[in-house]
């Protein structure tokens, strides 16, 4: 089904529900400099979906043939990062001359276009950029009685020639909606969520007998976004892609109904005087919403964690911890049969014969065949020849268990609380504090790791009772291996071909292995990077809006890495 895509520079829930009304699959991106609050939105579905009025992307699915992209910032600069075709515009008066080329560009030949209150170098801008003006059928303005009134609305088709850009020659073609996704932890279970409800074939490949067996097997995995007083990209994903996590939480059945965890939220303490002033000046300088972020003071930090504590810290009310092995098992229990699960089987290489992708495991034994592959399996992606180039690393971490039932006990907190460790609330009889950032390759418990654990959960929570779990709490945890890049930013596309690349001076320059992709390089932020990582190559394979900016886009390419070696030694 192709998708018909809107572009409104200043939201009217109005226009969004006549363009619903249309019929058919809708892409709505709506622009604004801020949001109104939830109450002030009519249709109720809208309302429970409703973003926090923070910047950046939000994408909201109402349902798979409804998307809203909600864009809030600077007009100007925010259609500089959309990548999209626009079949149709609705124009606010406020549009200047200068915008009318992003327009072009970002128009597919015969797209429709309403410009209000449209002024004459408005007009000629429009068309010398490649659109057919008219006034409107229903066009107001002009003079009456003496008096000027607005400049009219105008209605327009882009009737450019300039050459389509690869992604219009993309969407010519549907792709063969089939898909072989290599690993079912976070990464590749959401990457299977996303593409069984876009209505694809997928096949997942795990080498063990149940999913998040690896990386994403703790017990509790944190939620919570980054703050920065700059906001820079990795403040800016994470922003976007942990409101992101929540909506589509909260679509899947909410966390601690359809899979285990508690929206308990998260208290991240400062580490002192200095660092608390900077985390105020953080709050300061964007002033979120309360439910997003704010700042708890000594008094109120102290009274949470039922420990003095000097310096406060951010709250973060909307955080928590989710169980990933009972968030992997709900989204793939979602995709219903156009799911295929093939477990206790390792997907050890890759060879495209005609056009598709052969998966191969021991003995050379044929596992699955698809034009599409998703590499997904985090530390161990470096055993296919096609990945084995990334700059990946795979770093140790430890969890340490602490049981109620223990002669010292663990402290009981109704919040996740951080700091350098973590420490989270009971569950299962269990209280999980962690985790160790070593570079060895130990699989097994390690006492040292479990001390430094303790010890720093010592530091966060002051008392004797917990000072004396770093000696008297018996080993007990769990070890995984999460897999990183150089810059800690998460790898979501194409996979590049390093083999056959020569010259390149630019990201679209990379040379890719067609129908390969992958999700890595989640490293300790697994929970909330997986749902806007996997919708992102999903818009990528269907050639549909991407849930974020150009900028950011960039930054999570697998290519980049490539083009900096590249641009280094030419």
């Not at 994403?216 to 409101?243: E, Q």
């Not at 890595?520 to 997986?530: C, D, K, M, P, T």
Request: glycine share 8%; charged share 20%; with cysteine.
């Amino acid at each position: 089904m192709n998708t018909r895509v809107v572009l409104d520079t200043a939201f009217s829930e109005e226009r969004f529900a006549a363009a619903r009304a249309q019929g058919g699959r809708l892409h709505y991106i709506a622009m604004a400099a801020s949001l109104p609050p939830a109450e002030a939105i009519a249709d109720a579905g809208l309302r429970a979906a409703w973003p926090l009025n923070v910047p950046g992307f939000h994408r909201v699915i109402l349902n798979e043939d409804i998307t809203l992209d909600l864009l809030i910032g600077a007009v100007d600069a925010t259609l500089m990062q959309i990548t999209a075709l626009v079949d149709q515009f609705h124009i606010a008066a406020d549009a200047t001359p200068a915008l009318a080329r992003t327009f072009a560009r970002l128009a597919v030949q015969g797209a429709v276009l309403r410009a209000r209150a449209a002024d004459e170098a408005l007009v000629w801008a429009l068309t010398a950029a490649g659109f057919a003006c008219r006034l409107a059928d229903d066009a107001a303005g002009g003079a009456t009685g003496g008096a000027v009134t607005r400049a009219p609305d105008i209605a327009a088709v882009y009737r450019g020639r300039r050459q389509q850009p690869a992604m219009a020659r993309a969407m010519a073609s549907q792709p063969d909606r089939r898909a072989v996704v290599i690993g079912a932890g976070l990464a590749g279970a959401s990457a299977a969520h996303r593409l069984c409800a876009r209505g694809w074939q997928v096949t997942l490949i795990e080498r063990h007998a149940q999913p998040a067996q690896e990386a994403s097997g703790n017990l509790a995995g944190i939620f919570m976004p980054l703050l920065s007083k700059d906001d820079n990209i990795p403040t800016r994903l994470s922003r976007a892609a942990y409101l992101f996590a929540l909506r589509e939480w909260h679509r899947l059945g909410g966390v601690g109904s359809a899979f285990e965890g508690q929206a308990c939220g998260v208290l991240q303490l400062a580490r002192d005087e200095r660092h608390a002033i900077v985390q105020q000046e953080a709050l300061a300088t964007w002033n979120y919403p309360t439910e997003f972020a704010r700042w708890a003071n000594a008094q109120e930090a102290s009274t949470l964690i039922g420990a003095a504590t000097p310096h406060g810290g951010w709250l973060f009310e909307q955080g928590g911890w989710v169980r990933p092995s009972s968030l992997c098992e709900a989204m793939l229990a979602a995709c219903g049969d156009r799911l295929q699960r093939v477990f206790n089987t390792e997907a050890l290489s890759l060879q495209r014969i005609d056009g598709e992708w052969h998966v191969h495991g021991a003995a050379g034994a044929s596992i699955a065949a698809a034009p599409t592959v998703i590499v997904a399996c985090g530390a161990s992606a470096g055993g296919l020849a096609q990945a084995a180039a990334l700059p990946l690393s795979s770093l140790r971490g430890q969890v340490t268990h602490l049981s109620l039932d223990a002669a010292q006990p663990p402290p009981l907190l109704p919040l996740v609380l951080c700091r350098e460790a973590y420490v989270t609330p009971p569950s299962h009889g269990i209280v999980c504090a962690g985790a160790t950032y070593d570079n060895h390759s130990d699989p097994s418990l390690r006492a040292e790791s479990q001390l430094e654990n303790l010890t720093r959960l010592a530091e966060i929570i002051p008392g004797d009772a917990v000072a004396a779990l770093a000696h008297s709490a018996p080993l007990a945890g769990r070890v995984g291996f999460r897999c990183a890049a150089p810059d800690r930013l998460p790898l979501a596309g194409a996979l590049p071909d390093y083999e056959h690349s020569g010259r390149i001076e630019f990201l679209n320059e990379v040379p890719r292995h067609p129908g390969l992709h992958c999700l890595l390089g989640y490293a300790s932020r697994g929970l909330i990077w997986a749902p806007l990582m996997a919708e992102l190559l999903v818009s990528r394979l269907e050639s549909t809006p991407p849930p974020l900016e150009a900028t950011l886009v960039d930054a999570l390419d697998p290519g980049r890495f490539l083009l900096k070696q590249r641009r280094r030694s030419q």
